[in-house]
C-alpha cells in the first residue's frame, strides 16, 4: 500500500471507530451506503495522487431526457456556492449525475476528516431532497 493509501486507511480507520463501523480502502476506493441502500459517499485516491476525491450517485441522467432548461439548471447550481458548499455536479460514464468533492490528502487529520465526511454525506442529502424538485419544475 503506497503511502498516501495508508495515511487514507488511517483517517478511515478513526472514523470507522467514530461511526462504529469497518471501512477498508480497496484498490484507492472505499464505498458508505446510507441507510437507504443509497451511496452515501465514494472516496477515491488514484495512483500517486494525493488529492481525495469524494462523490456520489444523485440520480440517472436518463431521467432529464433532453430537458435542456433542467440541464442548464444543474450547471448553474455549480457556481452556486453557498447551496453547493465547494461540491459540483458531474455526469459520469454510466449516465449518473454525481456530486463531487476533493481534498488534498495532506490538508485532512482525523478530526477533520470526520467533519469532511459528514458534511459531504449531509450535502448528498440535501442534493437528493432538492433535485427532484429542480428536475420537476
Not at 112 to 125: V, Y
Request: charge should be negative; glycine fraction near 6%.
Amino acid at each position: 500500500m503506497m503511502t498516501q493509501q495508508r495515511q487514507l486507511q488511517g483517517l478511515l480507520d478513526d472514523f470507522g471507530r467514530r461511526q462504529g463501523i469497518s471501512l477498508t480502502l480497496v484498490n484507492g476506493v472505499c464505498a458508505l451506503q446510507d441507510e437507504q441502500g443509497q451511496e452515501a459517499v465514494v472516496l477515491e485516491l488514484p495512483p500517486g495522487s494525493d488529492t481525495l476525491l469524494l462523490h456520489c450517485q444523485l440520480f440517472a441522467a436518463t431521467q432529464l431526457a433532453e430537458q435542456l432548461t433542467t440541464w442548464r439548471l444543474l450547471m448553474k447550481l455549480n457556481f452556486e456556492m453557498h447551496a453547493m458548499r465547494g461540491c459540483w455536479l458531474a455526469l459520469d460514464e454510466e449516465e449518473q449525475v454525481r456530486l463531487c468533492y476533493q481534498q488534498p490528502l495532506a490538508a485532512l487529520t482525523p478530526a477533520t476528516f470526520s467533519t469532511l465526511m459528514l458534511a459531504f454525506m449531509q450535502q448528498a442529502r440535501e442534493a437528493r431532497a432538492l433535485l427532484p424538485e429542480i428536475v420537476a419544475a
